[in-house]
């Protein structure tokens, strides 16, 4: 990850995840806390991660060679499980804090070690 990178996806965050107008007493701005708070509802998704899984699967398929396909139904619990908890835990500010951090070490990383490229992310 190069700090181009890290400066697009904070200016996505900023982009979708603010309003744009409130700032805080720091200067900070605001982030949109009726929107973390919807992500909690992520872990429903989690429940039903078998009907979750087909779905992805199914439409991978449509636009992934078989390699692909059967790596993602290998380890598409974990990847799953991973993205649902960074999404799940971000009304708290520790984990806002934290987003890079955890998406590197859940998401990016164990996409590295399979050696996963980045047009198949």
Not at 49 to 56: D, G, M, P, T, V
Not at 61 to 69: G, I, N, P, T, Y
């Amino acid at each position: 990850i190069t700090f181009k990178d890290i400066i697009t996806v904070t200016q996505a965050i900023m982009q979708n995840w603010t309003s744009g107008m409130d700032i805080d007493e720091s200067g900070d701005p605001v982030l949109d806390r009726d929107y973390f708070g919807g992500l909690r509802e992520l872990k429903m998704v989690q429940d039903r991660e078998k009907e979750h899984r087909n779905i992805f699967i199914k439409h991978l398929a449509k636009s992934a060679d078989k390699r692909l396909v059967s790596d993602m139904e290998t380890h598409f619990k974990p990847f799953n499980r991973n993205v649902i908890s960074i999404g799940s835990t971000l009304y708290h500010n520790k984990e806002i804090r934290d987003i890079f951090l955890n998406v590197w070490e859940k998401i990016v990383e164990p996409l590295k070690q399979l050696r996963f490229s980045l047009p198949e992310v």
